[in-house]
């Protein structure tokens, strides 16, 4: 009885590296079939059971297909582990906001949050005052949510809205910088609105926020082949930012990134999690769908995600630098020091 329930075991872990090292290779080639791209977005988890399915081979003395399984596990573990391990903590609080980084230029402050449609709207409001960003990229942003967001106005008196009539709603953009008529553009259908900042003496800086449906069996890819052409024709330097329902390594956001000319930022971890389960695992076991991607005239000085609020996304605080610019943006009540 008991070589039969070693042996039943020993196969069904055969059995189930079988698969999931499939699945695992198969995300790599997401870009040929939405399918594959749909298992892709887990491949950090995937690579998880498939290290324990080896340790179960190795025990049982199936040393070939123990190392077979844990050379697949380990090449998935590094090719996501640059995007699931978070950057180091922000060192920002301690710098003045008036001081020129390292590249010359002036460090801004962007703020990503998924606000959740139907979430309590008074931890993410307190969560911009406190953070005091200059840009903030808002996604499922509705009637309630726009009427919630009043207070905030004064901080952000330039405001960028598209599709918010809809019932899980749409995207927006507040801004303590002025908008440039360049690349005021709003895709409802698309999760998308664009607007330029006018930094000051002539430059300028791109800011996208970006909502994209779920992935196969929804149609998300079409989604990024529609705005193919937007994506390209927008100015540099260029900063996306949103819940693009999609991990930075699936061939989805590679695709997206390429039309726009941008690469998507590594070190914020995973940011979404089914609120089905506690909200403690989000930062944990979640899902890495939450993103800014930036052009390579945008030098980032950090990235890192932000406490939980009622949204079942957590939200993402860029700072960065633009080292081509000679003046400081033009900002809104910018204050010194904080």
Known sequence: MKTFLSRFATNAALGLALIVGAALLCGFFGRNV????????????????????????????????????????????????????????????????????????????????????????????????????????????????VDAIAPLRERFPYTAFCGVGEVVGGVAILSRIPFLPEDAVCRAEDGFVARRLDLGDGSGLTVVAEHLVWPWPYHQGRQVDRLGQTLSQLGKPLVIAGDFNAAPWSGTVRHYAERSGTQPVAGIGATWLTTDLPAALRPLVGLPIDNVLVSSDVAVLSAARQPATESDHLPILVRFDLPTLATPPRLVGRATGD
């Open 34 to 145: 939405p399918f594959f791209d749909s298992l892709a977005h887990f491949r950090a988890h995937l690579a998880a059971v498939l290290f324990a399915l080896a340790l179960v081979l190795l025990v049982s003395r199936n040393v070939a297909a123990a190392i077979l399984s844990a050379a697949v596990a380990a090449g998935a573990a590094v090719s996501v582990a640059g995007f699931m391990v978070p950057r180091p903590a922000d060192p920002e609080p301690a710098l003045s906001r008036a001081s020129a980084p390292a590249g010359g230029g002036r460090a801004l402050k962007l703020l990503q949050m998924n606000l959740r449609f139907n979430a309590a709207t008074a931890p993410a409001i307190e969560m911009i005052e406190r953070l005091r960003p200059d840009v903030v990229t808002l996604e499922e942003m509705n009637r309630r949510w």
